[in-house]
C-alpha cells in the first residue's frame, strides 16, 4: 500500500432546485432563493452573529458582533450561571465602501476541559442572553462535520438543521461562507443564519474565491469582511496570515490551506506549510487532514482548468503527499465526488451532484467513518459512505 493517498474531494453546493434526473447526471443542481436574515431587534445593541473557534488545545475564541459600542468581556463557566471566570478580549472594525461594520469584538477563553459544555454571557451585563457550547474531546472518538460553499439559501437553512441533528465535535468548511460577494449587509446577514450552530461548536473555516472582495482602485485589499468576521488561530500554528494555519485537535492535525493567495514554493505559505508538516508528530496525531478550497482532483465539467487548482496541485501535492496527508478536502465544485488516487485507473470513486453535508466520525487511531449525507429536498439522506484507514496505522506507508 505504499503511495497510497486517500483523498476525499467534498463540493458541495447551496442554490438550487433539486432534481433526480440532474443528479443522476453530474451537472451540478441550480440555487434556490437566497435568505436575509434580519437583526431580531434593529435598536439593540445585544450580541449577534456569534460564533466560536478553538485556539490551541484547550481555549476558544468567541467571535461576536454589537452595533454600538459594548464591552468585549465574557462571562463563563461549567454552571448555567455562567459566572465562574471572566475574560475580556478586544474590538476592531472595518470599512468597505460606504459600510461600516459593527463592533466586532474577539475573545479567548479558557484553559478548558475537553468535551464539557460551558455556560457564556456576553458583554458584562448580568442580564444577557447567556449561551452554551461544548468543546471538542482531546481522544478519540471525534465527530466532524464538514460543509463547504455554505452561502445562505433556502438548501443552507435545511443543510445547517441536518448538520444541527447529528451530534458533530467540530465543524470544518473548506471556504465560501456568506456569497455576501461585497454587499456587506450579507455578512451580517450570514452571521446571523449560522449563529445558532456556530456558538454551540467551534467552526473551523478557510477562505475561498467568494471571500477575497477585492475590486480595482475602489477596495484593494483582500479578504478586509473574512479577517475580521472570522479570525482563526493562526498565531498558533506560527503562520504569518489569517488564511492558513494548523490545529490539533483529539488526534487529528489539521491544516487549512489558502487558495487564493500565494502558495508557490517560494511563497510564506509554502514555507509555513512545509515547517509545519515537518512538526507533525503522529503518535500524537495519527491523522493528518488539510483543506483547501478549489479541489486538485475534479470531474464536472464546471470549474475545470483554474490556476488555483492546477497551479497549486503542481506546488503543493508532493508535499502533502511526502508527508502522507490522510485525507482532503474541498469545496467550490457544488457537487460532491470522493477520490482516490490507488486503486487505479478510475480515481472517480462516487459522485453525485447533490447538495449535502459530510460527516467524519474518527472512531480511533486507526479507522474513520465517512459519510455523505445528501440534502434531499430537504431530507438528509446517506448516499456515499465509506471506512478509512489511517496511513499512520499502515506500516508499509513509512510516515
Ligand atoms: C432535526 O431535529 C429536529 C428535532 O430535534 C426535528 O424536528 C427535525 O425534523 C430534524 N430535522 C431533520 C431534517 O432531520
Ligand atoms: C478501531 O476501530 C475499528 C472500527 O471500529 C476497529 O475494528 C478496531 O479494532 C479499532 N482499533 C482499536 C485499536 O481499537
Ligand atoms: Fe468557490
Not at 450561571?81 to 463592533?103: F, I, P, Q
Not at 444577557?128 to 443552507?156: C, H, M, N, R
Not at 475602489?218 to 492558513?244: G, I, K, Q, V
Amino acid at each position: 500500500m505504499g503511495g497510497l493517498r486517500m483523498r476525499v474531494f467534498l463540493l458541495f453546493l447551496i442554490i438550487g432546485i433539486f432534481d433526480f434526473h440532474v443528479v443522476c447526471g453530474y451537472t451540478r443542481p441550480p440555487p434556490r432563493r437566497t435568505l436575509f436574515i434580519p437583526l431580531a431587534d434593529p435598536d439593540s445593541d445585544s450580541p449577534q452573529q456569534v460564533h466560536i473557534s478553538q485556539v490551541g488545545r484547550d481555549r476558544m475564541r468567541i467571535s461576536w458582533i454589537t452595533d454600538g459600542p459594548t464591552s468585549a468581556r465574557v462571562d463563563y463557566g461549567p454552571s448555567p450561571a455562567a459566572n465562574a471566570v471572566s475574560a475580556t478580549g478586544k474590538t476592531s472594525s472595518y470599512r468597505y465602501l460606504t459600510y461600516e461594520s459593527g463592533e466586532i469584538h474577539d475573545v479567548v477563553i479558557g484553559p478548558l476541559n475537553p468535551k464539557t459544555v460551558y455556560y457564556y454571557r456576553l458583554g458584562g451585563s448580568p442580564s444577557s442572553q447567556t449561551y452554551s457550547f461544548q468543546t471538542p474531546p482531546s481522544q478519540f472518538p471525534i465527530k466532524f462535520a464538514v460543509v463547504g460553499d455554505l452561502g445562505q439559501t433556502e438548501w443552507t437553512k435545511s443543510t445547517l438543521e441536518h448538520i444541527g441533528n447529528s451530534t458533530y465535535d467540530m465543524l470544518l468548511l473548506p471556504g465560501d461562507l456568506s456569497y455576501a460577494d461585497v454587499i456587506q449587509d450579507l455578512w451580517d446577514s450570514y452571521g446571523r443564519l449560522v449563529e445558532p450552530l456556530a456558538r454551540q461548536r467551534p467552526w473551523m473555516v478557510t477562505q475561498g474565491n467568494h471571500e477575497v472582495e477585492k475590486i480595482p482602485v475602489l477596495h484593494s485589499e483582500p479578504f478586509t469582511a473574512y479577517n475580521a468576521r472570522w479570525r482563526m488561530p493562526y498565531e498558533e500554528s506560527a503562520s504569518d496570515s489569517n488564511l492558513y494555519y494548523s490545529f490539533d485537535v483529539a488526534g487529528v492535525h489539521v491544516i487549512m490551506l489558502a487558495s487564493y493567495t500565494d502558495f508557490d514554493p517560494d511563497s510564506s505559505q509554502y514555507k509555513w506549510l512545509q515547517g509545519d508538516l515537518k512538526n507533525i508528530n503522529r503518535v500524537n496525531t495519527p491523522w493528518v487532514f488539510a483543506l483547501i478550497h478549489a479541489p486538485w482532483y475534479n470531474s464536472n465539467t464546471a470549474h475545470q482548468g483554474e490556476p488555483e487548482s492546477v497551479s497549486m496541485k503542481a506546488s503543493m501535492e508532493d508535499l502533502l503527499y511526502q508527508s502522507r496527508v490522510d485525507l482532503v478536502f474541498a469545496g467550490h465544485v457544488h457537487a460532491y465526488e470522493r477520490f482516490y488516487i490507488n486503486p487505479k485507473p478510475e480515481i472517480s470513486m462516487f459522485r453525485e451532484a447533490s447538495f449535502g453535508h459530510g460527516i467524519l466520525d474518527v472512531v480511533n487511531a486507526s479507522h474513520a467513518l465517512w459519510s455523505w449525507h445528501r440534502n434531499d429536498n430537504d431530507e438528509p439522506v446517506v448516499s456515499d459512505s465509506v471506512w478509512f484507514t489511517s496511513l499512520s496505522s499502515n506500516p508499509s506507508c513509512k510516515v
